[in-house]
């Protein structure tokens, strides 16, 4: 019996059977909520998952992986949600794990209070009000050990720290910060990473079976198959800013979205900048096939009273015609939904905004368009902000039905940034903010 099948049927035993009053039965309830819509847009359901504790699920799925969940409870599901065929089911992704920030004389650190945890792909129902796991899958090495969510390379990526940030934490170059999933016609899944950023091709068990990332990344140590594939352009991803949106095109074709504008050819450009990048990845031809400049909309049109850019992210993407996509872009606190049309006529992949010496680079570039680059022309479907009973932080869109999306929300585990974030027992102080799908109805469809 393979490591992989034996790690589902642990799972299925400690949700299932192993712990059924304190885990299945604790995936709390929350009321329906309806309010006044954005444009006709309504909240129809929602639905809540309830308190799991981590180091449960997680040795569930890989025994001895988590020695102290510090009182983290199971989150950040709500990375993506993608539809699983039957009714109210959804496969769901972790991120990285609980992981934070705090200022140790004056500089952030980046905190991984749960340096054991493996991001896994987690499947749902929604079920009334309330989110119940039906399955979990771990994402594996080819040897079947824990990728981990811990950093890659040290001086590209953050450093990594104990809980308090006082004790470094060793680098991993298996380490995926897991954002976006589908799934393919085979049963195997397609995820992407902010680090490398990557796209990751993951058995139907969960064994990465290719990480394609940018060319010259240089990534070694993996216990996998790491493929340079994607342009070199993408090297220059802001930290902790790399893929965040994926989508499956009815061909087979995918999406992969950059979180934000490059840092191209500086921190400050990428900060300022309005224009975002969104690639096409052929699975057949195990290689991207076009490139397009997405423009967001200004940060307080997308929330207003907020007047920092780097703010704001694409988070989700989803696919809704043969080359039309449904992007969302957000703040923490707002989001609206666009639908653009990939044309043949907008790919700029292996032009000159391709190469890092270009100057101004397609990032500095105060209207794009005016210099001749064919941003992607987009519709406004719904302001999320402007619908009540909406939670902030959507990371995750599905589309249900012609008229209704499935939201959900990335409650980052509980955590928060600040030394605060754990009592002096070095316990999770909960943000008390849970996971939750919620439905939206669109009068008017995509």
Known sequence: ???????????????????????????????????????????????????????????????????????????????????????????????????????VDGVKRRTFPVPGFDPAIVKIRVSGASVKVLDAIPVTTAPGKPVTGLPNQEARDEAPYSYDARTPVPYDPNGLDTEGIVRAED??????????????????????????????????GAGYPVVEAL????????????????????GGDLVLAVQSPLSLPDTDAGEESLTARLLRFSPKKRAVTAEY???????????????????????????????????????????????????????????????????????????????????????????????KGVPGKIEGVARVDRDTLALINDNDFGMTDGAEAFDAQGRLVDSGIETTVTYVRLPHGI
Request: proline share 7%; net charge positive; aromatic share 6%.
């Open 293 to 387: 400049a997405y423009r967001f909309d200004p940060v307080g049109t997308v929330d207003p009273g907020e007047d920092d850019t780097s703010e704001l992210k694409i988070s989700s993407v989803v696919a809704v015609g043969r080359d039309r996509l449904l992007v969302e872009e957000r703040t923490d606190r707002a989001a609206r939904l666009q639908v653009v049309q990939l044309g043949r006529s907008a790919d700029i992949l292996g032009d000159k905004w391709d190469d890092s010496t270009t100057s101004p680079s397609l990032e500095q570039l105060a209207d794009p368009a005016a210099s001749g680059v064919p941003v992607l022309r987009k519709r406004l479907v719904v302001d999320l902000g402007g619908v």
């Open 187 to 220: 049963g195997s899944f397609w995820l992407v990473d902010e680090y490398g950023p990557s796209l990751v091709h993951v058995s139907t068990r969960g064994k990465v079976l290719t990480r394609y990332v940018p060319k010259g990344l240089k990534l070694t």
């Open 1 to 103: 019996m393979s490591p992989y099948a034996a790690g589902r049927r642990r799972v299925h035993r400690s949700l299932a059977v192993g712990v059924p009053l304190a885990v299945l039965a604790a995936f709390a309830a929350a009321g329906p909520a309806v309010g006044t819509p954005s444009g006709g847009a309504r909240v129809t359901g929602s639905a809540t998952l309830g308190d799991v504790p981590l180091g449960t699920f997680s040795n569930g799925l890989l025994p001895g992986t988590v020695a102290d969940d510090r009182g983290v409870d199971l989150g950040g599901i709500g990375s993506d949600i993608y539809p699983a065929g039957r009714k109210g089911e959804f496969w769901t992704v972790t991120d990285r794990g609980p992981n934070g920030q705090i200022k």
């Open 231 to 250: 342009p070199s352009v993408l090297l220059h991803r802001k930290i902790n800013r790399g893929f965040e949106g994926l989508a499956q095109l009815p």
